[in-house]
Each structure stands twice: as structure tokens, then as C-alpha cells.
């Protein structure tokens, strides 16, 4: 299924099914040549590496949202938190495992902490602050390569951008920077017509998208439109659909991780509101998507939460 499909497109430099994740076949091809293992081995590799480098991206950002000064307190107190995200039964289970959404799940992580990285620069009045928000803007754009997944997290952003700034609009040529790199970004998906027209065809040819009918076909996952009518009405049917998300979400922490999860949503809403404000839409909105997306494999959808 999609894990022997992971293990193999990006070593042949195939194209994989919709929405073609490019970014992960270039990486992961780059990553297959490693000579430890067989293919198969080394992708299932690459998920735990991703996976790894996802908590430790969580440990930084929870550093920037903890108040605590004694350096040796506040780092035991983020490793908490990036440990509680590597133990939890989704990421675990997707780190042994070749999977697209164990890469997803680090760009997640890394454009979160470049822009708490940004706001740090900002309030510290660096004159290179802007660099962050542009290395964002990057990692968003590849991200998107990866797992269009990536691109609900938008909204979130877009408060962000204005918790930080709120003149944010009138630094036009920062905003234009970051537009073009994340166009540069996006362009991984150059990837799927430039291999579809190269010979010989790869030996996993989905869709064969050597046409813009087919590529948009691939790209834009038109082949999985029946499993997107629920978005027509995302909150009928609430309750079933939260039954099966919490009972998703109770697995991730055992005893009292909850409440602690909670603890800390209360005093992070009080002492950082607009970053409770931004990590909250994260999310929400990928609670909302996974709720209603049919996927045979939902549970590691919720990762991101």
C-alpha cells in the first residue's frame, strides 16, 4: 500500500499516486543512495529520522513559549514536551514506517519554529529578522511539495503574521521576498510533467500525467473527489465524527497526559495568547480535515494535532 509505494518511488524516481508528493521522492531519492540497508530499510529510515527531527523542532518551540529563566529548567521542561510528541502512538507508529506524512509532519514542526524564530528577531529588534519569516515562507512552499496537508495551516499563519506585526502588510518588499520563495518553493512539482516526458518511463507511472488533463488530474487528486463530499457540510454528523477522533486523540498520551496537554493550553492562552491563538487554529483546522476525509488511514492525519 502506501508504504511499499513510499519505498520505492523515490529510489526509481517514479511518480506517485495524487497528489504526487515530489518533494518527497527528490529528498527521499537523495536519502535512498545512503548504502546501509536495503531501499525498503533505508526509506523506513528516513521516516524515523523525520520523525526524530519533528520532536526535536517540538522541544525548541516549546522552549520559546516557556517563561521559566533558569536555562536548565526550561530545557527540561521543552524536552517534555518533544518527548511527549516522539512517544505518542501516531508519530511512533509513522517512524517505522516509510510514509509521506512523516516528512509532512517535520515541515509542520520547522515552519512553526521559524516563525516563533521570527517573532524572537522581531521583538530583539535584529536587523536581519526578516530572514526567518523568509526561511518560512521557503520551508512552506517545499512542505506544500510534500503533502498539500501543509497549506491548512494558512489561516494560522496569516493571524500570526499580524500577532506579530500588524503593519506586517506595509513591508512590501518582505512580502514579496517571501512570495517568491515560496513560489520557488512550490516549483518541486516541476518534478511530475519534467519526469513524465523523460524515457524511459518510470517503472511506477501513476496516473501517467504527460499532459496538463492528467497532471492536474494527479496534482489536485481528482481521483478522490468522492472522499472530500463531507467538506460540503463539515459539522453534520459532529458527534460521530468526534467519536472516532477522540478516540484517535486518547491513544497518543497515556494516564495523565491529557490533563497535562490541558495545563499547559490554559497557561499558554494566558501568558501567550496569540500564540494559543495560532497553535489553537493549527489544530483546528487539521482536526476539522481529518473529521471529514475518508482516508483508509486516518489516524496519522492527526499527527499534526
Not at 529588534?125 to 506544500?144: K, Y
Not at 463539515?234 to 490533563?259: D, S, T, Y
Request: aromatic share 16%; with cysteine.
Amino acid at each position: 500500500w502506501d508504504t511499499a509505494e513510499a519505498q520505492t518511488v523515490p529510489y526509481t524516481l517514479s511518480i506517485f499516486h495524487p497528489t504526487g508528493f515530489p518533494t518527497y521522492t527528490l529528498i527521499g531519492w537523495a536519502w535512498s543512495q545512503i548504502p546501509i540497508g536495503e531501499v525498503a530499510w533505508r526509506m523506513n529510515l528516513f521516516s524515523a529520522v523525520c520523525v526524530a527531527l519533528a520532536a526535536g523542532l517540538v522541544t525548541l518551540i516549546t522552549g520559546h513559549l516557556i517563561a521559566e529563566r533558569h536555562r536548565l529548567v526550561r530545557a527540561a521542561a521543552a524536552g517534555v514536551g518533544g518527548a511527549a510528541f516522539a512517544f505518542a502512538a501516531e508519530p511512533w507508529e509513522n517512524a517505522t514506517r516509510a510514509d509521506v506524512h512523516a516528512l509532512n509532519v517535520f515541515f509542520v514542526a520547522l515552519v512553526i519554529w521559524l516563525l516563533f524564530s521570527w517573532r524572537a528577531a522581531e521583538r530583539a529588534e535584529s536587523p536581519r529578522a526578516g530572514r526567518w519569516l523568509a526561511a518560512a515562507a521557503l520551508a512552506f512552499g517545499v512542505g506544500m511539495g510534500n503533502h498539500p496537508l501543509l497549506g491548512l495551516m494558512a489561516p494560522a499563519i496569516a493571524i500570526w503574521l499580524l500577532v506579530v506585526d500588524r503593519f506586517i502588510w506595509r513591508r512590501w518588499r518582505l512580502i514579496l521576498g517571501c512570495a517568491a520563495l515560496l513560489a520557488l518553493g512550490l516549483s518541486t512539482y516541476a518534478y511530475i510533467p519534467i519526469r513524465a516526458a523523460l524515457e524511459p518511463e518510470p517503472p511506477l507511472f501513476y496516473a501517467r500525467p504527460d499532459s496538463w488533463e492528467r497532471f492536474r488530474y494527479l496534482v489536485f487528486a481528482e481521483q478522490f473527489e468522492s472522499l472530500f463530499e463531507n467538506f460540503e457540510r463539515p459539522f453534520a454528523r459532529l458527534g460521530p465524527k468526534w467519536a472516532h477522533a477522540e478516540a484517535v486523540l486518547e491513544l497518543q498520551f497515556f494516564g495523565p497526559g491529557w490533563l497535562a496537554a490541558a495545563f499547559g493550553a490554559a497557561t499558554l492562552a494566558v501568558r501567550r495568547a496569540g500564540a494559543f491563538v495560532f497553535l489553537g487554529l493549527v489544530i483546528a483546522t487539521n482536526l476539522v480535515y481529518s473529521m471529514n476525509f475518508e482516508d483508509g488511514d486516518i489516524d496519522r492525519y492527526y499527527m499534526v494535532t
